[in-house]
Every structure is written in structure tokens, then in C-alpha cells.
């Protein structure tokens, strides 16, 4: 008796397509947001995405389901990695001061549009406080030991470490290198260094 291979399971073609359109058009929205566009419109998408406006429309029945899909998607990217909570505290610092530096920087657009969403779009407000939760988390994880002695202190290096501070320097015309030393001055300053 010979065996039988196993047949590979059979895709249902709709079902992919399905798939592939709505990927195309989540990519095609964080393109264009990473790009500098905080708020594309649909014809811009479509382009884009090589779809038509319906598409997009059958796909994703509002704005805010869109957004929606775009967030998820864009929080669902593998995070960079997290400093050590071990090691000297200048080491630590550095480490983190690099890291957050560069995913800042990386998420300013992306940042940009969706402070622009946040009010309108539920969904998109719910994602900025998880992001803002999830850096407050690794400043308390690599700044255990300081920050157990001084509850503040957290709330302070989170402030320096964080988006806003970034932006704010950025703006001002400085450029992610000098906007990087800055952050570490000041982190440096809080922390007693």
C-alpha cells in the first residue's frame, strides 16, 4: 500500500485577495504617513495601494476603521529592543537614550498623525496612551534601582525620554544627533550624573 501525500489545504482565492487588498491598503496609509503626510486622503491610499476607491470603501466602511487597521498594524511591528535594567547607570542610560532616540525618531510621523486622530478616533487614542504606557514602562524596568528611592523621578526621566521632549527639540530645528545629546544631558542632570 503506497502512501499518499497530504494535500496542501486549499486556499479560498476571494479569501486572499481579501487579505492582500486590505494589506495593501493599511501599507499604503502608514507610507504615506511615514512620508509626511499625517492625514492622506483616500485617493492618495488608493493610489497608493494600487486599488480603487471603492475598495477601500468596501474594505474599511469609515475613516476610523481604517486608522484603526493602520494602528494596529504599526503597533504590531516587532519593538526595538529594551536596554538592560543591569550594568552601570551611565551604561544603562546610554543604551536607552540610543534606543528611544532612534524610535523616536523613526515614529515621528507616524506620532504626528496620530495626535492629529486622537480626538476624533477612539481607537487611535487608545494606541498613543498604550505606546506612552509601554515606553513609561521600559524607562521604570532600566531605571528600577533610581527610581524606587525617588517615585518622581520616574515621571521626570519619562517626560525627558519621551516623545514630546524629542519633537520639541526636533522642531526647533536641532538635528537627531544634537537632539540625542540634549536628552542625554538632561537625563544625566535628573539622574545626578
Known amino acids: 500500500m503506497t502512501r499518499r501525500a497530504a494535500e496542501p489545504p486549499r486556499v479560498d482565492g476571494r479569501r486572499a485577495r481579501t487579505t492582500r487588498t486590505r494589506a495593501a491598503i493599511v501599507d499604503a496609509v502608514l507610507a504615506l504617513v511615514t512620508e509626511g503626510d499625517p492625514a492622506p486622503a483616500a485617493a492618495a491610499i488608493a493610489r497608493r495601494a494600487k486599488v480603487s476607491l471603492r475598495s477601500i470603501a ?25 536596554p538592560s535594567a ?14 528611544r532616540s532612534d524610535e523616536l525618531e523613526h515614529s515621528r510621523p507616524v506620532r504626528a498623525s496620530a495626535a ?23 524607562v521604570a524596568r532600566v531605571f528600577a534601582a533610581e527610581t524606587a528611592r525617588d517615585p518622581e ?29 540634549i536628552v542625554e544631558r538632561l537625563a544625566r542632570a535628573t539622574l545626578g550624573m
Open 116 to 138: 492629529r486622530f486622537a480626538e476624533q478616533f477612539e481607537v487611535v487614542a487608545a494606541a498613543v496612551s498604550e505606546s506612552a504606557e509601554r515606553r513609561r514602562g521600559v
Open 58 to 82: 468596501q474594505h474599511f466602511p469609515s475613516r476610523a476603521a481604517l486608522f484603526a487597521a493602520a494602528s494596529s498594524a504599526y503597533h504590531a511591528r516587532p519593538a526595538m529592543l529594551e
Open 86 to 99: 543591569a550594568g552601570p547607570l551611565a551604561a544603562r542610560l546610554a543604551a536607552l537614550v540610543a534606543t
Open 153 to 181: 523621578l520616574l515621571d521626570v526621566l519619562d517626560l525627558i525620554l519621551g516623545g514630546r521632549v524629542w519633537d520639541a527639540l526636533r522642531e526647533r530645528g536641532l538635528s537627531a544627533s544634537r537632539a540625542r545629546t
